[in-house]
Structures are given as structure tokens and as C-alpha cells.
T-cell receptor, first 114, second 113 residues
């Protein structure tokens, strides 16, 4: 079965610092990749997704992620974080066209200090 | 507002009682998913419907759990004889067919005392 690993469980940054959150998955076939964000007290929201094509994907709020197939990675980046980016971030995958069932990583809790 | 609605938002129940949660997906979505999220973990897949057909069930879905989507619209998730280990956030999501993203509701937080 596929699995998703997020290496950083908690990250604390100051405003304007750069962010990179790691995500690795274990599955050799075609995958679709997602980053979801959960702001305090809110539902999961999609930040960005990768299905095919350009491996550098741009999402909302200045986030981007790069799919590196050889490393089974899909790391999330933002050049300059804001206090409002304080949230929990989840990497997730689905397999090919298999029903869109998501396998999530354990999440990374990001705190941005003003 | 994502358009996926879940009720109730919170449920506190005594161990051994039955509980039922409801999910109303985005109206044009034919796929509906249930996930469970415990504190400090990512959501875990429970089950998936395409229209009214339940196509996939996780091993996490013990025989005390049952889900239905009788008319291919809303769905219910019932937990019988609740246990303390059932305490979690139960999330519903919906999507259209094909390679698209899922949209999540705000979840139902279950506390079993």
C-alpha cells in the first residue's frame, strides 16, 4: 500500500522567512499529488495539485511545489511566509485514476511568529 | 464555504451508544468519501461511494461502522456500540469523476465518554 511521509512535524518561522516542507511518497506507479492546508478551526482546503505536465506547480497564496519523480518527492515551498500562513499542512496522494481516495501524510504544523 | 456540509459539528456520546453523522456533498459531485482524523495525524480513508454504490472500504471500517448513500446524494455514517477509540474527527469529502481534487466539509467531532 502507498504511504506518505512528512518529515517535519512542527516548524516555527519568523515572518518573511522562506519555507520548505518535505513530502515523500512510496508508490512506483502513476500518482496525483496534493497539498492541503487546514487553518485553525477551518476545513481542509486545497493549496495546489499535480496531475501531469510541468513538475513545478504554483498554488494559491504564493505557494508552489516541485514534483521530483526520481526522489518520490513533492516538497512545498514559499519564499516569504506571513503570520496568516500559520496552519497545518498535509501532503496527499491518489493513485492514477483509482477513485481519488487520498492517502495523507501525518501533517506539518507551521507557526509563523509576527 | 466549500459546499460540503456535515452535521452535527460536534457529538458527545456515552460508550456503547450508536451515533449517526450526515454529509451533504457538493450537488454535482458523484463521488463521496469518508475519512477519520485523530489528533496529530493526517486523515485516514474510511470508505468511498460513486453515486449510490459503495466501491471501497478501508480495513479501518470495522463491522460496527456502516455507511450509506441511498439516493446518490447525501450520505450517513453510523457507528454502533461506540468505543472510546472511536473519538475522532470524521470528515466527508466529495469530488466529480476523473482526476480532480476532493473538497472537504468541516467535519463532525465525536467524543465518546
Amino acid at each position: 500500500a502507498q504511504s506518505v511521509s512528512q518529515h517535519n512535524h512542527h516548524v516555527i518561522l519568523s515572518e518573511a522567512a522562506s519555507l520548505e516542507l518535505g513530502c515523500n511518497y512510496s508508490y512506483g506507479g502513476t500518482v496525483n499529488l496534493f497539498w492541503y492546508v487546514q487553518y485553525p478551526g477551518q476545513h481542509l482546503q486545497l493549496l495546489l495539485k499535480y496531475f501531469s505536465g510541468d513538475p513545478l506547480v504554483k498554488g494559491i497564496k504564493g505557494f508552489e511545489a516541485e514534483f521530483i519523480k526520481s526522489k518520490f518527492s513533492f516538497n512545498l515551498r514559499k519564499p516569504s511566509v506571513q503570520w496568516s500562513d500559520t496552519a497545518e499542512y498535509f501532503c496527499a496522494v491518489t493513485l492514477g485514476n483509482a477513485g481519488n481516495m487520498l492517502t495523507f501524510g501525518g501533517g506539518t504544523r507551521l507557526m509563523v511568529k509576527p | 464555504d466549500t459546499g460540503v456540509s456535515q452535521n452535527p459539528r460536534h457529538k458527545i456520546t456515552k460508550r456503547g451508544q450508536n451515533v449517526t453523522f450526515r454529509c451533504d456533498p457538493i450537488s454535482e459531485h458523484n463521488r463521496l468519501y469518508w475519512y477519520r482524523q485523530t489528533l496529530g495525524q493526517g486523515p485516514e480513508f474510511l470508505t468511498y461511494f460513486q453515486n449510490e454504490a459503495q466501491l471501497e472500504k478501508s480495513r479501518l471500517l470495522s463491522d460496527r461502522f456502516s455507511a450509506e448513500r441511498p439516493k446518490g446524494s447525501f450520505s450517513t455514517l453510523e457507528i454502533q456500540r461506540t468505543e472510546q477509540g472511536d473519538s475522532a474527527m470524521y470528515l466527508c469529502a466529495s469530488s466529480s469523476e476523473g482526476r480532480t481534487e476532493a473538497f472537504f466539509g468541516q467535519g463532525t467531532r465525536l467524543t465518546v465518554v
